[in-house]
């Protein structure tokens, strides 16, 4: 089946990069329409066609068309015009998928309404439902310059009506005769013998991902058929949801002789990763299994999964020398997700059986398994970061003797990670380099670059939000220099990037000059940001451990090859109003000293101690230990968080107990209050009292139906009304999550109970939802209404686009207010500035009151320092360790954003100011201007509403609007 896909629509895809222009624009649908995203680029998708530019399954990645009609009617066509060659040959390619009631083809034709039929590419009659199927079509353009293509849903649309149905049509290309047998023409690497073939197998735990399980999944993996179209949304594909780790263990029949695996699997987006690790055994009796090793690291000869984008990849080892009748494979998931769709093991020579399996005795492979993890994951960092260096020297073009040297060096490194010695976690950290034969990886690049004649050490200028990776260097780096700009008492930051191309580490000193209170300023924080690894295996520059000065200087080491980052944080307090010219010199033994020029900007305004966008992430700091608190780091988080301007924290639903009633419904046992008189000592003067209550369809035992259930809640709510009111606290600072999350109608209607009581006996407290309704119309409209605070989710309000954004403005012109959050991860992965930083913009454009982030202390049961430890995905955007918490950059962001809500705000209300007090004012249309065109320049650029970090964008656009908003403030004083 795989062999049968390249052939069809493999040649369509390979050949597009023999010819200089596709006939066929965007014939995979992978750019939409920059004025109607909901539409593809080059094509013509009529309104009401029943066509839609769909993101959830295609043939050769996630993106397609598809039709989809509930009744019998008339259709119209997607179309595109193109150009031919007069009596050309070419070859026609499209993929498709149908529900069995349709027949989707590509029609080619000449222009006209009566235009000459060139060719047709239909679905075959008999096509599986819902799988892709590749076709193509040889056919000859004529005297045909001109023609149009046109995508059918089914051939009976063409004279007139076509049933109900669904069709999809994905990888629409034109190629010449010449380009399709170019491509085709590839000699194909014969496949070795598959013993899996057919085999019987076990799942542990069973598969769970909705959309690819069914009763098939049993014999899937060894049917000898993969995957084709988006992988885990078609039938074919086995997959696993919040799995780890996924055990599958083949039966081969017979004990027989191993020479390798495969393992075919997809990742890169929609939280999908690549696993971490892929543990083979083999056992000839089924209870002791012997370690083949980790088939991630051992595959990356072979080619590593390309990153950030989704792909499908296979793992192959081919050089094993084992045997066995069992096969055991053990997935360490990266995220949530765990999919394949085939597994292969090849056979090896007859008398290898013969030989004793050799190494370690397994019993346990589960407990082998965790034993292993830590080390498997170190030895495959430092592989996977070798491959990309040997990708760097080979392409280098160098001299003779140096590539052989460097050849020499990486197959020394080689051998070094295989003769690694165990180690162990406590006190790891996945700071890179991870050790000295990590730094010779790295050293690499430096040696390359030194032999180009690049200068040993390169400042270079550095946006700080911008996604940065260790070797980083481009062809024209930037000018280095740092520019901030801030209020007094608010904090911003400036980063500068230093690149050592030497053989050794650089020990480099930065000495400040030219600004108040160097050279070392009081409002000044120099960090020197690590390298660090996470739990998906993407390194990252985000901690920012505060760097302090060693006499008059900074010192900061940068390793071999690398490229390290300084960020420096101002925070005005005692330098004056105006424009202050400094700059760093930084210097080495034996190098010029580079000078970097920095630019402090005071504006005369002022920010508030206590600034209006509110500020939580779910800290439950009510409690010792829950997700990443611990009784050792709480005070710390809480000060760090409070520094942030977090004044809304999140405490359990144990510090407001139910307690006991009676059958009047009066209390017999009153709630225990200790644990929320706790956690106001914990958290003084926070603004809001946040308390996420988990609430069911009863109260002690009494179900909504009930009427002793009304009763209840009222002598509950009016308890801990008394007791906030008693402790000196509005009940407005009760902020009460009573179900998390609701996006079903009993999830509705469970809220609507509790708080059609809680209003009408405190309607003070505030009552706050966050509707997870992909499609808001759906919700109760009694739910939406039962509560104060609306609070929708972000990137479902950037995916949802106008129709949700429009159904929640609507709800805050009915009353509602409006507050706005983010739970995607893995935090670090997440882009600072567009996920973590414009939240507070769109707040602003929203008229929303409050910003909020899953969850601050969230570090997926891990050391963010020790990243191979986590067991699953970490949220919280700082460095919370067990016993420290370390600002990161995601964390900063969520800091500037508060200020960027703030100065927006103080604009808005001089605005108002002016327009009641000097409606005449020359500079009173500017500003309006300003600011009612300030959230859409920020929210509306290119690329922004794409949350991942690595994805390049124009972060400074940010700081622009602001500084000008700050200059037009300056200006209205």
Same mark, same amino acid.
């Given at each position: 089946?795989?062999?049968?896909?390249?052939?069809?629509?493999?040649?369509?895809?390979?050949?597009?990069?023999?010819?200089?222009?596709?006939?066929?624009?965007?014939?995979?649908?992978?750019?939409?329409?920059?004025?109607?995203?909901?539409?593809?680029?080059?094509?013509?998708?009529?309104?009401?066609?029943?066509?839609?530019?769909?993101?959830?399954?295609?043939?050769?990645?996630?993106?397609?068309?598809?039709?989809?009609?509930?009744?019998?009617?008339?259709?119209?066509?997607?179309?595109?015009?193109?150009?031919?060659?007069?009596?050309?040959?070419?070859?026609?390619?499209?993929?498709?998928?149908?529900?069995?009631?349709?027949?989707?083809?590509?029609?080619?034709?000449?222009?006209?309404?009566?235009?000459?039929?060139?060719?047709?590419?239909?679905?075959?009659?008999?096509?599986?439902?819902?799988?892709?199927?590749?076709?193509?079509?040889?056919?000859?353009?004529?005297?045909?310059?001109?023609?149009?293509?046109?995508?059918?849903?089914?051939?009976?649309?063409?004279?007139?009506?076509?049933?109900?149905?669904?069709?999809?049509?994905?990888?629409?290309?034109?190629?010449?005769?010449?380009?399709?047998?170019?491509?085709?023409?590839?000699?194909?690497?014969?496949?070795?013998?598959?013993?899996?073939?057919?085999?019987?197998?076990?799942?542990?735990?069973?598969?769970?991902?909705?959309?690819?399980?069914?009763?098939?999944?049993?014999?899937?993996?060894?049917?000898?058929?993969?995957?084709?179209?988006?992988?885990?949304?078609?039938?074919?594909?086995?997959?696993?949801?919040?799995?780890?780790?996924?055990?599958?263990?083949?039966?081969?029949?017979?004990?027989?002789?191993?020479?390798?695996?495969?393992?075919?699997?997809?990742?890169?987006?929609?939280?999908?990763?690549?696993?971490?690790?892929?543990?083979?055994?083999?056992?000839?009796?089924?209870?002791?299994?012997?370690?083949?090793?980790?088939?991630?690291?051992?595959?990356?000869?072979?080619?590593?999964?390309?990153?950030?984008?989704?792909?499908?990849?296979?793992?192959?080892?081919?050089?094993?020398?084992?045997?066995?009748?069992?096969?055991?494979?053990?997935?360490?998931?990266?995220?949530?997700?765990?999919?394949?769709?085939?597994?292969?093991?090849?056979?090896?020579?007859?008398?290898?059986?013969?030989?004793?399996?050799?190494?370690?005795?397994?019993?346990?492979?589960?407990?082998?398994?965790?034993?292993?993890?830590?080390?498997?994951?170190?030895?495959?960092?430092?592989?996977?970061?070798?491959?990309?260096?040997?990708?760097?020297?080979?392409?280098?073009?160098?001299?003779?003797?140096?590539?052989?040297?460097?050849?020499?060096?990486?197959?020394?490194?080689?051998?070094?990670?295989? !003769? $690694? %010695?165990? *180690?162990? #976690?406590? @006190?790891?950290?996945?700071? /890179?380099?991870?050790?000295?034969?990590?730094? +010779?990886?790295?050293?690499?690049?430096?040696?390359?670059?030194?032999?180009?004649?690049?200068?040993?050490?390169?400042?270079?200028?550095?946006?700080?939000?911008?996604?940065?990776?260790?070797?980083?260097?481009?062809?024209?780096?930037?000018?280095?220099?740092?520019?901030?700009?801030?209020?007094?008492?608010?904090?911003?930051?400036?980063?500068?990037?230093?690149?050592?191309?030497?053989?050794?580490?650089?020990?480099?000193?930065?000495?400040?000059?030219?600004?108040?209170?160097?050279?070392?300023?009081?409002?000044?924080?120099?960090?020197?940001?690590?390298?660090?690894?996470?739990?998906?295996?993407?390194?990252?520059?985000? !901690? $920012? %451990?505060? *760097?302090? #000065?060693? @006499?008059?200087?900074?010192? /900061?080491?940068?390793?071999?090859?690398?490229? +390290?980052?300084?960020?420096?944080?101002?925070?005005?307090?005692?330098?004056?109003?105006?424009?202050?010219?400094?700059?760093?010199?930084?210097?080495?033994?034996?190098?010029?000293?580079?000078?970097?020029?920095?630019?402090?900007?005071?504006?005369?305004?002022?920010?508030?101690?206590?600034?209006?966008?509110?500020?939580?992430?779910?800290?439950?700091?009510?409690?010792?230990?829950?997700?990443?608190?611990?009784?050792?780091?709480?005070?710390?988080?809480?000060?760090?968080?409070?520094?942030?301007?977090?004044?809304?924290?999140?405490?359990?639903?144990?510090?407001?107990?139910?307690?006991?009633?009676?059958?009047?419904?009066?209390?017999?046992?009153?709630?225990?209050?200790?644990?929320?008189?706790?956690?106001?000592?914990?958290?003084?003067?926070?603004? +809001?009292?946040?308390?996420?209550?988990?609430?069911?369809?009863?109260?002690?035992?009494?179900?909504?139906?009930?009427?002793?259930?009304?009763?209840?809640?009222?002598?509950?709510?009016?308890?801990?009304?008394?007791?906030?009111?008693?402790?000196?606290?509005?009940?407005?600072?009760?902020?009460?999550?009573?179900?998390?999350?609701?996006?079903?109608?009993?999830?509705?209607?469970?809220?609507?109970?509790?708080?059609?009581?809680?209003?009408?006996?405190?309607?003070?407290?505030?009552?706050?939802?966050?509707?997870?309704?992909?499609?808001?119309?759906?919700?109760?409209?009694?739910?939406?209404?039962?509560?104060?605070?609306?609070?929708?989710?972000?990137?479902?309000?950037?995916?949802?686009?106008?129709?949700?954004?429009?159904?929640?403005?609507?709800?805050?012109?009915?009353?509602?207010?409006?507050?706005?959050?983010?739970?995607?991860?893995?935090?670090?992965?997440?882009?600072?500035?567009?996920?973590?930083?414009?939240?507070?913009?769109?707040?602003?454009?929203?008229?929303?009151?409050?910003?909020?982030?899953?969850?601050?202390?969230?570090?997926?049961?891990?050391?963010?320092?020790?990243?191979?430890?986590?067991?699953?995905?970490?949220?919280?955007?700082?460095?919370?360790?067990?016993?420290?918490?370390?600002?990161?950059?995601?964390?900063?962001?969520?800091?500037?954003?508060?200020?960027?809500?703030?100065?927006?705000?103080?604009?808005?209300?001089?605005?108002?100011?002016?327009?009641?007090?000097?409606?005449?004012?020359?500079?009173?249309?500017?500003?309006?201007?300003?600011?009612?065109?300030?959230?859409?320049?920020?929210?509306?650029?290119?690329?922004?509403?794409?949350?991942?970090?690595?994805?390049?964008?124009?972060?400074?656009?940010?700081?622009?609007?602001?500084?000008?908003?700050?200059?037009?403030?300056?200006?209205?004083?």
């Amino acid at each position: 089946m795989i062999a049968r896909w390249m052939a069809l629509a493999g040649i369509a895809l390979a050949a597009l990069s023999l010819s200089a222009a596709p006939v066929v624009t965007n014939g995979t649908f992978a750019q939409a329409q920059a004025t109607r995203a909901a539409a593809p680029e080059a094509w013509d998708l009529p309104a009401d066609s029943g066509w839609a530019y769909v993101n959830d399954d295609g043939a050769s990645d996630a993106l397609s068309v598809r039709f989809r009609a509930t009744a019998q009617g008339a259709g119209k066509a997607l179309a595109q015009a193109v150009t031919l060659t007069p009596n050309a040959a070419y070859v026609l390619s499209a993929s498709f998928k149908t529900d069995g009631r349709l027949r989707p083809l590509v029609l080619l034709r000449a222009p006209g309404a009566d235009g000459a039929e060139l060719a047709r590419l239909e679905c075959e009659a008999k096509a599986p439902a819902g799988t892709w199927q590749a076709r193509t079509q040889a056919f000859t353009a004529g005297a045909a310059t001109q023609a149009v293509v046109e995508l059918w849903a089914d051939a009976r649309h063409l004279d007139g009506a076509a049933p109900a149905g669904s069709a999809g049509i994905d990888d629409v290309q034109i190629l010449t005769a010449a380009e399709a047998a170019a491509a085709a023409a590839t000699p194909a690497v014969p496949a070795p013998e598959n013993l899996a073939r057919g085999c019987a197998y076990t799942l542990e735990p069973h598969p769970s991902y909705g959309l690819c399980t069914d009763p098939d999944d049993k014999i899937q993996l060894t049917d000898g058929v993969y995957t084709v179209g988006y992988f885990w949304t078609q039938k074919s594909t086995v997959g696993w949801s919040r799995a780890r780790p996924v055990m599958i263990t083949l039966d081969l029949g017979a004990d027989v002789p191993i020479s390798g695996l495969s393992f075919n699997t997809a990742a890169g987006v929609a939280g999908v990763e690549f696993p971490r690790a892929i543990m083979a055994m083999v056992s000839v009796d089924g209870r002791t299994y012997y370690s083949l090793g980790d088939m991630v690291s051992l595959s990356r000869r072979k080619g590593i999964p390309p990153a950030e984008k989704y792909a499908v990849h296979r793992y192959v080892v081919d050089d094993l020398q084992t045997h066995g009748r069992y096969v055991k494979l053990l997935i360490d998931t990266a995220g949530a997700y765990c999919f394949v769709d085939e597994i292969e093991v090849f056979r090896g020579q007859p008398e290898w059986t013969q030989a004793a399996l050799t190494g370690e005795a397994i019993r346990y492979p589960l407990e082998y398994f965790q034993d292993n993890l830590f080390n498997a994951a170190v030895k495959r960092r430092i592989g996977y970061d070798l491959e990309a260096a040997r990708t760097f020297v080979l392409g280098a073009g160098l001299d003779a003797a140096l590539q052989t040297r460097l050849e020499a060096e990486i197959a020394a490194i080689e051998t070094g990670i295989g !003769a $690694l %010695p165990e *180690l162990y #976690p406590d @006190g790891y950290r996945s700071v /890179v380099p991870l050790n000295d034969l990590h730094a +010779r990886v790295y050293a690499l690049y430096g040696a390359v670059r030194s032999a180009r004649g690049l200068p040993t050490l390169i400042a270079w200028g550095a946006n700080p939000w911008d996604f940065l990776r260790p070797a980083d260097l481009p062809d024209a780096p930037p000018a280095p220099a740092i520019s901030i700009a801030a209020m007094r008492g608010e904090h911003r930051a400036g980063a500068v990037n230093l690149t050592n191309n030497g053989p050794r580490p650089l020990q480099l000193r930065l000495s400040l000059s030219g600004l108040p209170g160097a050279p070392v300023p009081a409002d000044l924080t120099v960090h020197e940001i690590p390298w660090t690894d996470t739990h998906e295996g993407t390194l990252i520059a985000a !901690a $920012l %451990p505060v *760097l302090q #000065p060693v @006499g008059e200087a900074f010192e /900061v080491t940068v390793p071999a090859g690398m490229t +390290r980052q300084v960020y420096v944080t101002f925070q005005p307090k005692q330098t004056p109003a105006g424009t202050h010219l400094g700059r760093i010199q930084i210097s080495a033994p034996g190098l010029a000293p580079v000078q970097v020029p920095l630019t402090l900007r005071v504006f005369d305004l002022d920010f508030p101690a206590q600034p209006r966008l509110h500020v939580g992430g779910w800290d439950y700091t009510d409690v010792d230990a829950q997700y990443g608190v611990t009784p050792q780091n709480r005070d710390a988080l809480i000060a760090h968080l409070r520094e942030r301007y977090v004044d809304s924290p999140w405490g359990t639903g144990s510090v407001m107990p139910i307690g006991t009633f009676g059958p009047d419904a009066a209390y017999t046992q009153p709630p225990d209050t200790s644990r929320f008189e706790r956690w106001l000592e914990r958290w003084p003067n926070a603004r +809001r009292y946040c308390v996420f209550n988990a609430i069911g369809g009863a109260i002690a035992g009494v179900p909504m139906d009930d009427p002793g259930f009304a009763p209840r809640v009222s002598t509950w709510i009016r308890f801990w009304a008394d007791f906030v009111r008693q402790k000196g606290l509005r009940t407005d600072q009760l902020v009460l999550l009573l179900l998390d999350e609701p996006n079903r109608p009993e999830q509705d209607r469970i809220i609507v109970a509790w708080a059609q009581v809680i209003q009408a006996v405190e309607p003070d407290v505030v009552l706050w939802e966050d509707p997870t309704h992909r499609d808001p119309t759906t919700a109760l409209p009694e739910m939406m209404a039962s509560v104060d605070v609306l609070c929708p989710n972000r990137p479902m309000l950037l995916q949802g686009g106008k129709p949700f954004a429009d159904f929640y403005r609507a709800q805050k012109a009915a009353g509602r207010r409006l507050d706005f959050y983010s739970c995607s991860g893995p935090a670090f992965l997440l882009d600072p500035y567009s996920y973590h930083r414009l939240q507070a913009w769109t707040a602003f454009e929203f008229g929303a009151e409050s910003s909020y982030f899953w969850a601050f202390a969230d570090t997926g049961g891990g050391d963010p320092w020790n990243a191979y430890t986590a067991k699953r995905t970490a949220y919280a955007p700082a460095f919370v360790a067990p016993s420290s918490v370390t600002a990161g950059k995601h964390m900063e962001a969520i800091r500037e954003s508060v200020g960027d809500f703030e100065i927006l705000a103080m604009l808005r209300d001089r605005v108002d100011a002016l327009a009641r007090t000097a409606p005449q004012d020359a500079r009173l249309e500017r500003a309006r201007a300003l600011l009612a065109a300030a959230p859409a320049r920020v929210l509306g650029a290119e690329g922004v509403d794409d949350l991942t970090w690595s994805d390049p964008k124009d972060r400074g656009i940010a700081d622009t609007v602001r500084i000008e908003v700050a200059e037009m403030l300056e200006a209205l004083k």
